[in-house]
């Protein structure tokens, strides 16, 4: 999908932030056209009425606006750019370019090596047991200098050692993941199930074998705060959670500052760590208030998925969309487009399906929802629908469309400017 041999031939845009970016912010409508979706929509229908759907798109203002914004509720703290979370080489490696944003969090070992040999500061964000990236790892000293591995027990370390022994291969650089969830009176655990460290003896006791163990060397520490960074408190129609969501995360975060800052000041007494890595994008302006923390992870807020429109703190615009055609009408009310049901990773509901935006007041059928290679879609506007016509959707997060398409076209005020092929694009597949 998203190939046209129709179309010129794939090219990257000319520069995707301009010299000096982000610059003094400027909000005046012009410049931020998704707040008028009567013509934000429609010009992107304009834009790629020449190629054949589904199409994606990566509106330019857009995702300057939202990286920009980023920085912005960063305030100085440096960006680790989440890559699960765009799946665009070309966007990861111009976002590297900025001031403010600095390395890569990537999510699978092969994803990271192939990363790395343009990125020279790569995250793998959670343990690998893939022997053969591992063995190319250990083999490559560049990469190896690179790029940092994640673990949370010891025996992740003895597989790297059944590969390749210290002293016949370089050193791995190591970061320890802690378990940032929180154990709330009454309500028990609130977070992600991570890692098995909990505790400052758990995390130090680990930190202080990586330390001792030769051909390792303990680099950094994250501490991932799903349950603020990935739980919106402003959810539609969610009024007694967003209370509740309101009243758990200041308190979540409060018990985590405390935590964090312990575990970080005594691993820095065994090894001089070069990071202390937190959050994500829904907790930016949180996470970027303990003063342990080095650099914050994030990406959704780049691409903008529609899971972020439900935060108070922020509002991303939505840079990243796609669109299907209509191909029939079975009935006065119903307009039927090929595809659609492309649902987000998580606990299944509502909220993990893409959403239909334009034209306006769409909404799936409750006993078909979005299918695999047809949806109907049923509101006043279907009535005046025909086949060709393009609707408009957002993905409930943001890397997960590009599993579906092998390019974005990069559309600037109302123009296509280039294309950008995404990982499939490029022939890959991490995971």
């Known amino acids: 999908m998203g190939d046209s041999n129709e179309a010129a031939a794939p090219s990257p845009p000319r520069q995707l932030f301009p010299p000096g970016?982000?610059?003094?912010?400027?909000?005046?409508?012009?410049?931020?056209?998704?707040?008028?979706p009567e013509t934000y929509w429609p010009a992107l229908s304009e834009a790629t009425a020449a190629l054949p759907a589904p199409v994606a798109v990566l509106e330019l203002q857009a995702l300057?606006?939202?990286?920009?914004?980023?920085?912005?509720?960063?305030?100085?703290?440096?960006?680790?750019?989440?890559?699960?979370?765009?799946?665009?080489?070309?966007?990861?490696e111009a976002l590297l370019q900025l001031p403010g944003f600095q390395g890569v969090f990537g999510y699978t070992l092969p994803e990271a090596l192939w990363?790395?040999?343009?990125?020279?500061?790569?995250?793998?964000?959670?343990?690998s047991t893939?022997?053969?990236?591992l063995t190319r790892l250990l083999g490559d000293e560049r990469l190896a200098a690179r790029v940092t591995l994640m673990v949370d027990d010891e025996s992740q370390l003895d597989l790297v050692d059944a590969l390749a022994p210290a002293g016949k291969r370089p050193e791995v650089r190591i970061c320890l993941d802690v378990d940032a969830s929180w154990q709330?009176?009454?309500?028990?655990?609130?977070?992600?199930r991570r890692s098995p460290l909990h505790t400052p003896d758990d995390a130090v006791g680990l930190g202080r074998r990586i330390a001792a163990r030769p051909g390792f060397r303990l680099v950094g520490l994250m501490m991932y705060e799903a349950q603020v960074a990935g739980v919106g408190d402003a959810v539609p129609g969610a009024g007694p959670m967003n209370v509740l969501m309101r009243h758990l995360q200041p308190r979540s975060m409060a018990e985590l500052l405390d935590r964090r800052q312990l575990i970080a000041g005594r691993l820095r007494e065994l090894c001089p760590l070069e990071f202390v890595n937190g959050g994500g994008t829904g907790s930016v302006e949180a996470t970027r208030a303990d003063p342990a923390v080095t650099e914050i992870t994030a990406g959704s807020g780049l691409f903008g998925g529609h899971l972020f429109d439900n935060y108070r703190a922020f509002t991303p615009a939505p840079a990243a969309a796609y669109a299907f055609d209509v191909v029939r009408r079975p009935t006065s009310d119903t307009a039927t487009v090929l595809g659609g049901g492309w649902i987000a990773s998580g606990p299944p509901g509502p909220s993990r399906a893409p959403r239909p935006v334009w034209p306006p007041d769409l909404r799936f059928l409750p006993r078909e929802g979005a299918g695999e290679v047809q949806t109907p879609l049923r509101g006043a506007v279907a009535g005046t629908l025909h086949p060709g016509d393009r609707v408009w959707f957002r993905h409930a997060k943001s890397g997960e469309p590009a599993e579906h398409f092998n390019e974005y076209q990069v559309v600037d005020r109302g123009k296509i400017v280039g294309t950008l092929p995404t990982y499939r694009g490029e022939g890959k597949a991490f995971l």
């Open 21 to 36: 970016f982000p610059g003094p912010p400027d909000t005046t409508a012009a410049l931020l056209p998704w707040l008028t």
């Open 64 to 92: 300057r606006f939202n990286a920009a914004d980023l920085l912005r509720r960063a305030g100085g703290v440096p960006l680790r750019i989440a890559s699960k979370s765009l799946r665009v080489r070309g966007v990861i």
């Open 115 to 127: 990363l790395a040999e343009q990125c020279t500061d790569v995250l793998v964000g959670y343990p």
């Open 130 to 133: 893939d022997r053969a990236a």
């Open 184 to 192: 709330a009176p009454a309500l028990g655990f609130i977070g992600t």
